[in-house]
């Protein structure tokens, strides 16, 4: 990671690809301040696996037509 200011990032911005590319990320700061973060485009994104995710979400203790009702009454 590395940490730029925004007059090091408006110097440096022709070859932001190069930075990107050589730190992995870059942080700019203004006074000293994070204000954004640049991160590398990761093309070999997998898709999220639904029989994991439902896996690892809880389990609601009551019906879903119960907590609509519940809150449809509340109004």
């Not at 690809?17 to 973060?37: C, K, N, T, Y």
Request: aromatic letters at 2%.
């Amino acid at each position: 990671m590395k940490e730029l200011n925004i007059r090091e990032m408006r110097a440096n911005i022709g070859r932001l690809d190069e930075l990107v590319a050589a730190e992995g990320e870059l942080v700019i700061s203004r006074r000293g301040q994070p204000i954004a973060r640049v991160l590398p485009m990761s093309f070999h994104r997998q898709p999220p696996d639904h029989a994991d995710l439902r896996q690892r979400t809880a389990l609601l203790q009551s019906a879903s037509g119960d907590l609509i009702r519940a809150e449809r009454d509340e109004r």
